[in-house]
């Protein structure tokens, strides 16, 4: 039964996703979150601990919540050329800031950055990965 599940979450050896990529990729976007406080003075984190649950919270609503705000937003993202995709990216950091006790954001130029330097870490995690 335990290989029947570790089966089911591993693609295996084609497959892009794997448990193990997941949490590397997780400690590597929550050190980032983690460090991030050193480079944006409005980005208050706790502990290394809050900085992985802020990662994966992030995932969580990245992959659920924003696809969902970004189809209600389409009309007013056409008609500002795409600029209001970026107060969607803001919301998101937003609502992950709500939810996880012991981080916190201030501004609309500040949690901006913070989510494409967390992007940017992801994107250069899983280009090491493949």
Known sequence: MLVLTL??????????????????RLICCGAAVYFM?????????????????????????NTFVKPILQLLSLPITILTLGF????????VVYVCAYLVPGFGVDGFLQPLIFGFI??????????FQD
């Open 37 to 61: 406080p050193a480079i944006l003075s409005k980005i208050h984190v706790d502990t290394f601990t809050t900085a992985v649950i802020v990662a994966f919270v992030m995932s969580i609503l």
């Open 7 to 24: 089966n089911l979450i591993s693609f295996g050896e084609g497959g892009s996703f794997t448990m193990l990529s997941y949490i590397i």
């Open 84 to 91: 209001f995709y970026l107060v969607v990216n803001v919301f």
């Open 118 to 127: 967390l992007s940017i870490v992801n994107g250069i995690v899983s280009g």
